[in-house]
């Protein structure tokens, strides 16, 4: 599908991740869920992309991303941010509110004006960025929670661009959100969009619910994953796209002979016992705590899988000079530790517990080897990993475990065994399912999963959002809630 107008991507940080060897800065791939999803794709079409570069103001970055640029194939653009506005609006406003209470935990939110004001003095400064850099023509493409003051900023500051915002974590029911202390303006910044994307048709719903309570004169109109919003003077677009990954990608890779020794490797190293499997960001939306005494509760409860299973967690480090990370992180050892010690046997340790980011070839690895996938978030916008699971599926009799709360519980209702993360009782029970389930219904699942995300793979998200936002009529995609 070609696009005629340029696109500009935008999000808070740049698909690159720093370090630095003495006194010299070098740029490489990020990692991530909005990275994995979008390099593909600008890589393919070439394109804008403009975001912090996550280095001190004082660090002059524009060699190195012109260099990477021409590596990449498209252009890297940075925004410079002082250190207060890191602690403000980044750490602050994004990371302090809007994260926790749209993942439903508002107790965590430390509201604070200064945040708020950074918030918008932050997105001011993207906006000038953006409206240097684009023309009118250009389609501005916006990405995440960091950024949903954009659009009514670039407006403020006289450029007329057609806009578009895609969330990539979830929107909280009207309970929630009506908590927030800036909630008329945030939703006024977000009607400045003339799309907005949401992951799933429920958080597009709860969306739709809070406009209605707190904006009496704004209607839906349509009915399908995109509908219109209008009071009768302004009208806006408003869908939901589920995101997912590179399907092909990633089969293809794990595919490879090294996947296979990789995974014979992981295989052999665990005298093939059932490998379950758990990959996240350290994080406390992620339920890895909840999982842990899931996974306890399984061994308590069927004594005959004892030395039969081992469940291995990657946690790769994520904000972690923030104390209640480092919590969440000491809980997660202490778990591990109790559980192994309550239940080692010579030969046998339950888990295995990786602190650390691994390449993306060790983690296909691991998908490969791995019988069960432990996908069990608290809340999710989305969740790659459940769907990188099942590109890798070689064997094609891979069990996904997955959280109703994450996003991809709507697409993977019917392959895999959806479950609530807060039951550690029946996260139990649904694992031993898991091991029980007979060799041709495993199959049969999986093969459903395997469609799905094939069929509904990031170019078709992109497809998708960029279709909506030039007025392609989208067909309704299946297995949504209604
Ligand atoms: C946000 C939303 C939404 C994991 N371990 C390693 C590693 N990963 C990669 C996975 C995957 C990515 O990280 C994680 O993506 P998720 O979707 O699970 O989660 P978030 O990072 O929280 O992403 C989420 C997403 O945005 C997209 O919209 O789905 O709901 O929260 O791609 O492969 N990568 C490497 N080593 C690891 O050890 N290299």
Known sequence: MSHPVRLIVVSNRLPVSLCKEGECWHVETGKGGLITALAPVLRNRGGDWIGWTGAGA??????????????????????NLTEEEVHDFYHGFSNEIIWPLFHDFPSACNFQQAYFDAYLAVNRKFAQVVVGRSEEDDYVWVHDYHLMHLAQKIRKLGGERKTGFFLHIPFPSQDIFLKLPWRRQMLEALLEYDLIGFQTFRDRRNFIRCMSVLFKDWRQYGRGPVVHLSNGIRTIKVGYFPISIDFREFSTLARTRESAELAERVAS???????????????????????????????????????????????????????EYQAMKHRIEGLVSEINGEYSEPGWVPVYYLYRSLSRDELIGYYRAASIAFV???????????????????????????????????????????????????????????????????????????????????????????????????????????
């Open 58 to 79: 004082d660090v002059d970055l524009r060699a190195q991303l012109k260099a990477y640029s021409r590596q990449e194939g498209y252009s890297l653009h940075g925004v």
């Open 269 to 323: 190293a665990f005298r093939r016992r059932t490998l379950v499997l758990g990959a996240d960001r350290l994080d406390y939306t992620k339920g890895i705590p909840q999982r842990l005494l899931a996974f306890r509760a399984l061994l308590k409860k069927y004594p005959q899988l004892r030395t039969k299973i081992s469940l291995v967690q990657i946690v790769v480090p994520s904000r972690e000079r923030v104390p």
């Open 376 to 482: 069990t978030p608290l809340r999710d916008g989305m969740n790659l990993v459940a769907k990188e699971f099942c590109a890798c599926n070689v064997d094609g009799n891979g069990v996904v475990i997955l959280s109703e709360f994450a996003g991809a519980a709507a697409q993977f209702q019917r392959g895999a065994l959806l479950v609530n993360p807060y039951d550690v009782e029946g996260v139990a029970d649904a694992l031993y399912a898991a091991c029980q389930m007979p060799p041709a219904e495993r199959r049969r699942r999986m093969q459903k999963l395997k469609t799905t995300v094939r069929k509904y793979d990031i170019y078709w998200w992109v497809d998708s959002f960029l279709g909506a936002a030039f007025g392609k009529k989208l067909e309704d995609f299946p297995a949504q809630e209604s």
